[in-house]
């Protein structure tokens, strides 16, 4: 019976001991990451274009409405390769125009008729040589009055072969004389054409690299702005930039484009590597760290090239940020450089 006291005692001893040994705090969590310094430099910004090849203004036949005419057809679609003379689109006159044609013919008809009669009068010594000349100018008048107006074809023909770049209007509508209704491209040295937000313009120059893309292509082609004219189309309301293409292109006048071209930035903008912006439900943050311990900042985010992005708030410079391992960080956490 003693020795059954003695080992329980000795257990409950044992037990107490261990109850009472001091325990070690659990280490405290850290995050690995990467971190850059918030600075100013030039960011620009990607931009897309979007636009049509074109044969450029050395290349290029416009066609134009001889008179006030209906538009009847179409022969050759924007895209179709044209030869030399083959019709492109069919008009037919317009009201006004039926009206000037009929007026021409009674005046043509009554210069005829006052000619003729000059000449029968001078004839039996009525009338002078000046009076049947200024008759016979009166009725020259008329008649290429009356050929201005009836022996232009209403056909509008491709004047050389080419492509058909582009055509205005659709059949029905009302063209006013001297109207350009159709582009023809010749085969020779294709540009891109893009139109580009007036706002925008200022920001580009010849000499910007751009890839450009056909729609449904899966390769870009390499090549940079000839020229930039901020003059706003008052049809468009667009300003235009053009790209040469290499020979090598295989593109069409007419074929649609789309290109992306980096604006030039601001030297003195706040920015950050792309890679330390994160996203929690369209709210753009990052986290910064002070001291070993990230802390979140929410930001307002200006143009992005790809590589960095403007900051216009929430960061100040000398500011550091995590660049890589922020996702895997909460606010508030410990962390160590990679």
Do not use: W
């Not at 001091?22 to 100013?40: F, H, I, M, W």
């Not at 179709?80 to 000037?100: E, H, K």
């Not at 090239?305 to 960061?315: F, Q, S, Y």
């Amino acid at each position: 019976m003693a020795v059954k006291t003695i080992v329980t005692v000795m257990a409950l001893a044992l037990l107490a001991a261990c109850s009472s040994a001091p325990q070690e705090d659990s280490p405290e969590p850290q995050a690995l990451v990467k971190l850059a310094t918030v600075g100013r430099q030039a960011v620009g910004e990607t931009i897309r274009l979007y636009g049509v090849a074109d044969s450029g203004p050395g290349g290029r036949a416009d066609l134009f409405a001889p008179i006030e005419a209906r538009f009847v057809a179409i022969d050759a679609p924007v895209g179709s390769a044209v030869r030399q003379g083959q019709a492109i689109i069919r008009l037919a006159p317009g009201p006004t125009a039926m009206l000037d044609m009929a007026k021409a013919r009674s005046d043509a008809r009554a210069a005829d008729a006052a000619y003729a009669r000059a000449v029968r009068m001078r004839g039996d010594g009525l009338m002078s040589d000046a009076d049947v000349e200024t008759a016979r100018a009166a009725k020259a008048s008329a008649d290429a009055t009356l050929d201005s107006l009836t022996g232009r074809s209403l056909i509008l023909r491709a004047p050389r072969a080419g492509y058909v770049e582009s055509i205005t209007g659709t059949p029905g509508d009302l063209i006013p004389a001297g109207t350009s209704i159709v582009a023809v491209g010749g085969t020779g040295a294709i540009r891109a054409h893009f139109g580009i937000d007036p706002a925008l313009v200022r920001n580009l120059r010849a000499g910007t690299a751009i890839a450009i893309s056909t729609a449904g292509s899966g390769h870009t082609i390499p090549a940079r702005l000839s020229a930039v004219d901020p003059m706003v189309d008052p049809q468009t309301k667009l300003a235009a930039a053009y790209a040469d293409l290499p020979a090598g292109a295989a593109l069409r006048p007419g074929e649609a484009l789309t290109g992306e071209a980096t604006m030039q930035g601001a030297g003195d903008a706040l920015a950050i590597p792309y890679t330390a912006l994160l996203d929690d439900a369209g709210q753009p943050f990052v986290f910064v760290v002070v001291k070993g311990t990230a802390h979140r900042r929410d930001i307002v985010t200006g143009p992005s090239d790809g590589a960095a992005i403007v900051v216009t708030k929430g960061l100040s410079p000398g500011d550091k940020v995590v660049i890589e391992g922020g996702t895997a960080l909460d606010d508030g956490m410990k962390v160590r450089l990679r």
